[in-house]
C-alpha cells in the first residue's frame, strides 16, 4: 500500500522569503513522485516529477524538490517566494502498475507581502 | 492542444434531484479519475477507470454515487437523490496508461444543493 503525508496545512511566508513544504510518503516499492498547484477556482497543474536519476528535480516557477529515499521524503522548495504563489501544494505518489495515484492533504501556502 | 474539459461549470440543484457531470479527457489518455474536493478539504478519490479493465470504485461515498465511462472517453458521473453534503467541487483527471505520467485536470465542476 501507498500512502502520502503532507504535515503542513498551512504555510504563512513573507514574500521573497525562502519556502519548504514537507512531504513524506511510505511505499514497499520503488515510487513516482509528484507535486501539484491548485489555484483558486482551478484544477490542479503539474509542477514537477521525479521518476528516476537525479534526486533534485526541477520545476516549474522556480521551484524544486529533493528525492530523499532514506527519509522517504520529497520536500518541495523555492528560495524566494512571490505573492503569485500563493495557491494549494499537493504531493503524489504512484507505485507502478496501474494502482491510481495517492494525493496527500495539500499544503495552503499563504505568501504575505 | 485541448486539456481537460468537465461540463457544467457550476451546477445549483434542489436536494433530491439527480445530477450528472461530464468529463471530456485527453484524447488517447485512457486513464481517468474522478475525485471530490469539499470546501478546506484536499482530494477525495471517487473512482478510476483503466483502459478496458474494471473501473476501480473504492472512492464511492455511497450507492447514489455512480460513473460511466463510454467507448473508452468521455465520462459521466452521476449522484442520485442529491443531499447537501454532496455540495462541493468535482474535479476530473486523465493520463497516459503509464504510472510515471502526471494526471491532467480539468477546472472542475462546482456542485451546490440546496
Known amino acids: 500500500a501507498q500512502s502520502v503525508t503532507q504535515l503542513d496545512s498551512q504555510v504563512p511566508v513573507f514574500e521573497e522569503a525562502p519556502v519548504e513544504l514537507r512531504c513524506n510518503y511510505s511505499?514497499?516499492?520503488?515510487?513516482?513522485l509528484f507535486w501539484y498547484v491548485q489555484y483558486p477556482n482551478q484544477g490542479l497543474q503539474l509542477l514537477l516529477k521525479y521518476l528516476s536519476g537525479s534526486t533534485l528535480v526541477k520545476g516549474i516557477n522556480g521551484f524544486e524538490a529533493e528525492f530523499n529515499k532514506s527519509q522517504t521524503s520529497f520536500h518541495l522548495r523555492k528560495p524566494s517566494v512571490h505573492i503569485s504563489d500563493t495557491a494549494e501544494y499537493f504531493c503524489?505518489?504512484?507505485?507502478?502498475?496501474?494502482?491510481?495515484?495517492?494525493f496527500g492533504t495539500g499544503t495552503k501556502l499563504q505568501v504575505i507581502p | 492542444g485541448a486539456g481537460v474539459s468537465q461540463s457544467p461549470s457550476n451546477k445549483v440543484t434542489e436536494k433530491g434531484k439527480d445530477v450528472e457531470l461530464r468529463c471530456d479527457p485527453i484524447s488517447g489518455h485512457t486513464a481517468l479519475y474522478w475525485y471530490r474536493q469539499s470546501l478546506g478539504q484536499g482530494l477525495e478519490f471517487l473512482i478510476y477507470f483503466q483502459g478496458n479493465s474494471a473501473p476501480d470504485k473504492s472512492g464511492l461515498p455511497s450507492d447514489r454515487f455512480s460513473a460511466e465511462r463510454t467507448g473508452g472517453s468521455v465520462s459521466t458521473l452521476t449522484i442520485q437523490r442529491t443531499q447537501q453534503e454532496d455540495s462541493a467541487v468535482y474535479l476530473c483527471a486523465s493520463s497516459t496508461d503509464s504510472s510515471n505520467q502526471p494526471q491532467h485536470f480539468g477546472d472542475g465542476t462546482r456542485l451546490s444543493i440546496l
Open positions: 503524489a505518489v504512484n507505485s507502478g502498475g496501474y494502482q491510481k495515484v495517492t
Open positions: 511505499s514497499s516499492v520503488s515510487v513516482y
